[in-house]
């Protein structure tokens, strides 16, 4: 069983397209968070959730928009898609706020 | 903010040892450590807390030094299979804020 999972794996869409990104864990944690790995490979955090709290929002533009349906469930809703928007998103999830975390496997979007 | 590693690169044979350093200009309260291979998510390594102790997982351990701001993971007789990119992650209130990255190939 896949203890974090998003779909999907591939994304590829044109500018100005919605899309959205979905998370799952099993693994009955409470805090949730989406990351960002851009072409250099940085690592920046975009939000968190704790217990369906936002309690992370980094400067990310409001085209992005996150929702947590429940503790297990995080999804990403993105916006008027433009091409710098272009980059590796990982979704992972910790037992509590600062814990070892566990990274879903990545969604790869290609905006053209 | 975001904890700086060094080196960048390392190329490595296998059987070699080698160090990753990561520094912070801000105080720290623990520090991660995370390996992520080509195409892949980043996985836990293991995480230190302050105090100045040393963790090990197999031939792979780190210290930390909460006065100079600092973590080092060292690497002993490397393996294939640690070839990846290493991240630091130091914690800024409720978020972990990773480092720059060190890539590390080991070659046969």
């Known amino acids: 069983d896949t203890a974090v999972s998003q779909t999907p794996k591939y994304l590829v869409t044109q500018m100005g397209n919605d899309k959205s990104i979905k998370c799952e864990q099993n693994l009955g944690h409470d805090t949730m968070y989406w990351y960002k790995q851009d072409s250099k490979k940085f690592l920046k955090i975009m939000f968190s959730?704790?217990?369906?709290?936002?309690?992370i929002n980094e400067t990310v533009p409001n085209r992005f928009s996150p929702k947590s349906p429940d503790k297990a469930h995080l999804n990403l809703h993105i916006n008027s898609l433009e091409l710098g928007d272009s980059a590796v998103y990982f979704c992972a999830s910790s037992l509590q706020r600062q814990g070892k975390l566990f990274f879903g496997s990545g969604t790869q979007l290609s905006v053209l | 903010q975001q904890p700086v590693q060094s080196p960048q690169a390392v190329i490595l044979r296998e059987g070699e040892d080698a160090v990753i350093n990561c520094s912070s200009s801000?105080?720290?309260?623990?520090v991660h450590w995370y390996r992520q291979k080509h195409g892949e998510a980043p996985i836990f390594l293991m995480i230190?807390?302050?105090?100045?102790e040393q963790k090990g997982h197999d031939k792979i351990s780190a210290s930390f030094n909460e006065k100079k701001q600092q973590s080092s993971l060292y690497l002993t007789a490397s393996q294939l299979s640690y070839s990846g990119t290493y991240f630091c992650g130091t914690e800024n209130t409720d978020k972990l804020i990773f480092g720059t990255g060190t890539r590390l190939q080991v070659f046969p």
């Open positions: 801000k105080a720290l309260y623990s």
């Open positions: 959730y704790n217990n369906k709290e936002l309690i």
């Open positions: 230190l807390l302050k105090g100045g």
